[in-house]
Every structure is written in C-alpha cells, then in structure tokens.
C-alpha cells in the first residue's frame, strides 16, 4: 500500500479530513487527522497493519511494543502480520513504562509501532522504555509520519504516508485571512 492509497483509505473513513479546522488545541488547521476512525474497522486495521509489517520485516524482531493507546491497535495488527507478540507501554504519574506483567530482555529484538509520529517523543519515550529493559529496538514505524522528516528516532523508521499538516494561532492563520469560515472537526453540517 502507498502513501496516496494510505491516505485515501483515510479519507475514506472520514479519518482525515481538509478543509479549515479549529483544532481542540485552539489552533486552525488545514488539516484533521484522526487514526482512530480508520482503526475502528478491524478490516482496515489488518491491512495497515500487513503494509507496515511488510516494510518492517527485514529488521528481523521478535515483539512489537506501542505506547498506549495511541499505538494499541496499530501495534497489535503489526504483531500479527509479522507472526510476533505485541505489547505496550502506558503512563503512570506521567513516566512511560511497561506494566500488567508484560516484560522484556536483552534477546529481544524490538519494534516500536505507533500510529502517528509528530515531534517523535512519546516514540523515543517507547524505545528508551524497551532499552531500558534490556533488549535492542532495530526499527520503529507508524501509519501516518507528520514530522516532516525531523523526528530523529535514532533507529530506521518507517511509515505509510507523509502527512504535513500546517497549524496556525487564530489571529495569524492565513485561512481565516482569506475569509474561509472555520469548522469544528466532528461537527456535522
Ligand atoms: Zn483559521
């Protein structure tokens, strides 16, 4: 699956949706992603998570490991199309760390999956959290990379589709500028 298809399918979904946004951040955007929509069809899920399987093979792991929630889903479907297990990180007190009984060694070979990257740092938060523990991170990856190339993982990364998607402050966004009337993503009209 390429990037345009990647994007279609999220399109699709209504999981990615251009126009003029005003983000729950307060920003305008020109852009709304939401992977979650696209992942809520277990179809779907499967066949990102096949292409992104297929892209990462080479590297040769032995468990997938996403920060929750964001990577849950992804990383599961990752897991299953590379015949691995997949487990996850979570937050407690604002530090990243794997719980429930899930744990790691140095023989493991891991992949760090979320679903997407922007600035990188709850990915590097993963891999430091599995490197911590002992075993090698040999790959990272993610549906959709919107860091514009400058996420700097520190381990090859992979993603189905590059995204930039422009954020503004209100009173400097060129949208509103040009008299386009802004929407609330979610909102129906
Ligand atoms: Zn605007």
């Given at each position: 699956?390429?990037?345009?298809?990647?994007?279609?399918?999220?399109?699709?979904?209504?999981?990615?949706?251009?126009?003029?946004?005003?983000?729950?951040?307060?920003?305008?955007?020109?852009?709304?992603?939401?992977c979650a929509?696209?992942?809520?069809?277990?179809?779907?899920?499967?066949?990102?998570?096949?292409?992104?399987?297929?892209?990462?093979?080479?590297?040769?792991?032995?468990?997938?490991?996403s920060p929750a929630l964001g990577g849950l889903?992804i990383?599961?479907?990752?897991?299953?199309?590379?015949?691995?297990?997949?487990?996850?990180?979570?937050?407690?007190?604002?530090?990243?760390?794997?719980?429930?009984?899930?744990?790691?060694?140095?023989?493991?070979?891991?992949?760090?999956?979320e679903d997407v990257?922007?600035?990188?740092?709850s990915?590097?938060?993963?891999?430091?959290?599995?490197?911590?523990?002992?075993?090698?991170?040999?790959?990272?990856?993610?549906?959709?990379?919107?860091?514009?190339?400058?996420?700097?993982?520190?381990?090859?990364?992979?993603?189905?589709?590059?995204?930039?998607?422009?954020?503004?402050?209100?009173?400097?966004?060129?949208?509103?500028?040009?008299?386009?009337?802004?929407?609330?993503?979610?909102?129906?009209?």
């Open positions: 699956m390429d990037s345009a298809a990647t994007l279609n399918l999220f399109r699709a979904a209504g999981a990615l949706l251009e126009g003029h946004f005003k983000l729950s951040s307060g920003l305008h955007s020109t852009g709304y992603l939401q929509l696209v992942l809520q069809d277990p179809t779907r899920a499967e066949q990102l998570g096949r292409a992104l399987g297929a892209q990462l093979k080479a590297h040769g792991s032995n468990v997938v490991l889903i990383g599961h479907e990752v897991a299953r199309a590379l015949g691995v297990r997949a487990i996850f990180a979570e937050r407690q007190e604002k530090v990243l760390a794997l719980r429930r009984g899930f744990t790691l060694s140095t023989s493991d070979r891991v992949i760090v999956i990257v922007t600035t990188g740092l990915t590097r938060e993963t891999i430091e959290v599995a490197k911590a523990a002992g075993a090698t991170v040999v790959a990272a990856g993610s549906i959709i990379d919107r860091s514009g190339g400058t996420s700097n993982l520190g381990v090859p990364y992979h993603s189905l589709a590059a995204l930039t998607l422009p954020t503004y402050e209100p009173d400097a966004c060129p949208l509103c500028a040009a008299g386009s009337p802004v929407t609330k993503p979610g909102s129906r009209v």
